[in-house]
């Protein structure tokens, strides 16, 4: 009996520390899901925080994470909404239109993001893509179905029109961006989803193709407008004079002029710092610094490399940040040499990368590794590094493919005045292979911008040739997959020649596969090494975007996507 | 009177005729805007529908015959990259070209009218040759640097001048001084060149001998006989100027038609394109017809000639 007993006692210890497990495994996938379900979380000065620099709004004013003097990490005040007066920003350029659903990179980008709200907010400050709520509380994949995702809309909101900000506000903004007639540039983000339904008032689900775990990063990127004004009033009227959710409204636009915004009563999220910001286009570079340092502007972007020592010797607020882009270029592996990855390999040994940034960039931006995007975005692989510049080995790989010495005679062709400092950095490459004992001359060709996109897109006249240079912009998925999949058999603009069947296999793998699973890390690295090993590119560096501003102001910051924070700058 | 005004009439149509087919042809050889505007991420199919969206998708010849067809009514289209109807676009920038224009002429003339006359009476002093020296360095500096030169001295050193812009009544100096800068040097020197041509002819000595003043002599008499020829010259140089104003508007971001230019040209926006160049052909023959009727009013010979 006592044994039946110390049995049964065991067996209800067994079987509680097993429901006990269950439950806590349970606990941790619930942890772990979360992962992609987020919730608004209440932040209070003084609360606990994780990620330093992390921002949140509360009650309409900006906390940010930081350390304090103990060493905690702890949400401090950053803004106080309306206190930061008017700031000008002096910009090269402006988008022609308020266009929401254009292809969006900075400037456009941050543009957009101040007068319409998404469903989302992706938050750079750290420099790691952290997903926040915005016309959407709270988003979570349906259990057992994840191609279909569920967004719970914020309740009791409403665009400056009256019209509330709903599900149905929500699935007609997707409705014309996914429609093939409306031309919307963002359309190409949007092309797997299938169905958008209107669950409830504040819920709307969507379903993809496939398993899209980018979904809700990329739904940051497309804005919700009032659908029945902007059908009443048609895209094009409506871009004119647009209203939106945006933490800004625009009230005054001169296209390639000026841009006034102000704050918007009726944004969704947060009160600004600054009750007004004006772009004022001033194209030519000399002439925008000079309107910072006259104190006509107090922001200035895209400052050139060789403004830099004098305006930090004046004092000036530099702010560098690396591109979410990569300079690269595409090697021509059709025919001739450069079939050979021999040769590949050894073009990318041949060049001194940190030389680019030192001679020519102001010792700004950062040597690409062997890889499509800058660390810390999504899918980048730790285990993948730079080719370092060894130009002994980049000869004996040239000996190694049997190419005769000064036998080869390549172009390469660049941009002018659309990277930075693309011509220069064309022709330092360019003197840098000459070095080989393999190359007799590389002829650089720089293309204006029309005829460098019929290039970059195959058609017109002009083929592509040996060396094509680009930037691949990682904007707005902030992730190597989309970048990864430019190089995979048949992709519309790769025509190089390149084809690897294991490296399209590890990415087809990786798509499929959850944003934050170590599985998907896993195959992306796989292919990452597989393209570095069969170098169809001759990697670059991440170029600078370089911004300067007065001592007057405060809290430039601008975020690793290339986005200026207009939320909390001010003036003091 | 009504017949040269008929004659340039005619002229103006060819001109814009002529232009506009050049430029029709031009811009087209340069490119498909469809993959401007797509961007880079856009899809095959996107491309193929914004090409078709812009009629670029109909043939060359029938592109040209409706381009024709709009010419007459001066409807370029909307313009792709501002989804607004282009010629409104120019229109509304234009009065900002010609302002920043009209001013930097009147400039150059109020300056190098006097500076001519004073290095030429004045010739073999040494404030005469300074003139001639001061105007050699106004020819020899093309318009941009000077204005990023007055730039840097009145706006960052002095913070006298706005830098950029036409928002205030000052901002319109240093544009002005930077395109009058190449302009106010040559006529300087012309002006010097024919008035020393004319101090040596029979009627000046007559007039002096009659005992007319210096002022009389030069302003009356030399001023009105070396006004023909550079009337002339200033008819040619009028294209040009406007040339330089594209120019100056980039380094002072001045809102005229130059900036819209320069992006409709990068954009290859061909409606905002054939507009602006369509107003600028106006223009410069609209003002060469302006010249010849000075011609008219100036000189008797030729208006006893047309009569």
């Given at each position: ?9 065991k ?55 930081s ?60 420099g790691?893509?952290i ?7 709270s ?87 009032p ?31 000026q ?58 607020d530099?702010?560098?940040i ?51 995007i ?11 590094s ?61 293309l ?7 290039v ?22 902030l992730?190597?997959l ?79 996507g ?5 939320v ?5 | ?6 004659s ?15 430029l ?35 043939s ?32 509304a ?34 404030s ?123 380094v ?11 992006n ?44």
């Amino acid at each position: 009996m006592t044994r039946h007993m110390k049995m049964k006692n065991k067996f209800l210890g067994v079987f509680l520390s097993s429901c006990l497990a269950v439950s806590v495994v349970g606990a941790f996938n619930a942890a772990s899901s979360s992962a992609a379900t987020t919730a608004t979380t209440v932040a209070t000065v003084g609360g606990k925080c994780t990620d330093v620099l992390v921002q949140e709004y509360v009650n309409g004013s900006g906390l940010i994470c930081s350390t304090n003097s103990s060493g905690a990490k702890v949400w401090t005040k950053y803004f106080t909404s309306g206190a930061g007066g008017t700031v000008t920003i002096g910009i090269g350029a402006l988008p022609a239109t308020l266009e929401a659903y254009a292809a969006s990179a900075p400037p456009r980008s941050y543009v957009v993001a101040a007068i319409y709200s998404g469903l989302t907010r992706v938050d750079l400050s750290t420099g790691t893509p952290i997903l926040k709520p915005n016309a959407a509380d709270s988003w979570s994949q349906v259990k057992g179905s994840p191609q279909t995702w569920v967004f719970n809309i914020i309740q009791g909101k409403q665009f400056p029109n009256g019209e509330p900000m709903n599900a149905d506000a929500v699935k007609a903004s997707l409705d014309y961006v996914m429609n093939p007639k409306n031309n919307a540039g963002l359309r190409a983000k949007v092309l797997d989803i299938i169905k958008i339904e209107v669950a409830s008032e504040y819920q709307v689900k969507i379903t993809t193709s496939a398993p899209r775990y980018l979904l809700p990063r990329t739904l940051s990127t497309i804005p919700i407008l009032p659908p029945k004004l902007f059908a009443e009033q048609g895209a094009t009227t409506f871009w004119k004079t647009p209203i939106g959710t945006g933490p800004f409204k625009a009230t005054s636009f001169t296209p390639g002029v000026q841009l006034t915004l102000e704050a918007n009563p009726y944004s969704l999220r947060v009160k600004p710092s600054a009750t007004k910001i004006i772009f004022k286009v001033i194209p030519e570079d000399s002439s925008r610094m000079a309107a910072l340092r006259s104190g006509g502007v107090d922001v200035v972007t895209k400052v050139p490399t060789d403004s830099i020592s004098t305006l930090k010797s004046a004092n000036y607020d530099i702010k560098s940040i690396v591109e979410p882009a990569t300079y690269i270029m595409s090697l021509m592996a059709k025919s001739g040499a450069l079939s050979d990855k021999r040769v590949r390999q050894a073009f990318n040994y041949a060049v001194d990368k940190r030389a680019l940034i030192d001679g020519i960039n102001g010792g700004l931006g950062k040597v690409a590794e062997a890889q499509l995007i800058p660390k810390g975005l999504t899918g980048f692989c730790d285990s993948v590094s730079a080719y370092p510049y060894d130009l002994a080995k980049a000869n004996d790989l040239m000996t190694a493919a049997g190419i005769p010495k000064k036998s080869l005679n390549l172009t390469f062709q660049s941009s002018t005045a659309y990277i930075t400092n693309d011509v220069l950095m064309a022709q330092a490459i360019s003197q840098m292979l000459e070095k080989l004992d393999a190359v007799n001359s590389v002829k650089v060709e720089v293309l204006e911008f029309s005829k460098y996109l019929d290039v970059y897109y195959l058609r017109g006249a002009i083929p592509r040739k040996d060396l094509f240079a680009w930037r691949m912009s990682s904007s707005p998925d902030l992730d190597a997959l989309v970048q990864m999949e430019r190089y995979t058999t048949g992709y519309p603009t790769s025509n190089i020649g390149y084809s690897n069947r294991n490296y399209d296999v590890a990415i087809n793998a990786a798509a499929s596969l959850d944003v934050t699973s170590t599985a998907r890390t896993a195959r992306l690295c796989k292919a990452a090494t597989i393209l570095k090993e069969d170098a169809p590119i001759l990697w670059g560096i991440h170029t600078p975007d370089i911004w300067a501003g007065n001592k007057a102001l405060e809290r430039l910051t601008v975020d690793a996507g290339g986005n200026i924070d207009l939320v909390s700058i001010g003036n003091k | 009177m009504i017949r040269i005004l008929g004659s340039r009439l005619l002229q103006l149509i060819l001109v814009v005729i002529g232009i506009g087919t050049l430029l029709f042809f031009l811009v087209r050889v340069s490119g498909d805007p469809a993959l401007a505007i797509a961007g880079s991420d856009a899809t095959a199919e996107n491309i193929a529908s914004i090409r078709q969206s812009l009629g670029l998708d109909r043939s060359i010849l029938e592109q040209y015959l409706t381009f024709l067809q709009n010419l007459c009514t001066l409807n370029f289209g909307e313009s792709y990259t501002y989804l607004l109807p282009a010629m409104p676009l120019i229109l509304a920038a234009l009065p900002n070209t010609l302002y920043l224009s009209f001013v930097a002429f009147l400039l150059a003339i109020a300056i190098a009218v006097p500076a001519g006359i004073y290095a030429a009476v004045k010739r073999n002093s040494f404030s005469g040759k300074a003139v001639m020296s001061f105007s050699m360095l106004g020819q020899s500096i093309p318009p941009f640097v000077i204005g990023i030169f007055l730039i840097l001295v009145f706006s960052v050193w002095l913070r006298w001048l706005p830098s950029f812009g036409n928002e205030a009544g000052l901002s319109i100096i240093m544009p002005s001084v930077a395109l009058s800068a190449v302009l106010m040097a040559r006529y300087t020197r012309l002006i010097r060149a024919y008035f020393l041509e004319e101090l040596n002819r029979g009627y000046v000595r007559t007039g002096k001998s009659l005992g007319f003043t210096n002022a009389r002599i030069w302003f009356k008499h030399i001023l009105r006989n070396i006004s023909v020829p550079m009337l002339s010259l200033i008819g040619i140089d009028l294209g040009k100027f406007v040339g330089g104003a594209v120019i100056v508007e980039a380094v002072f971001a001045w809102p005229g038609i130059g900036s819209l230019m320069i992006n409709a040209v990068k954009a290859r926006d061909y409606p905002l394109l054939e507009a602006g160049v369509f107003a600028i052909a106006v223009m410069v023959v609209l003002l060469n017809l302006i010249v010849d009727l000075l011609y008219l009013y100036i000189d008797p010979r030729i208006r006893a000639k047309v009569n």
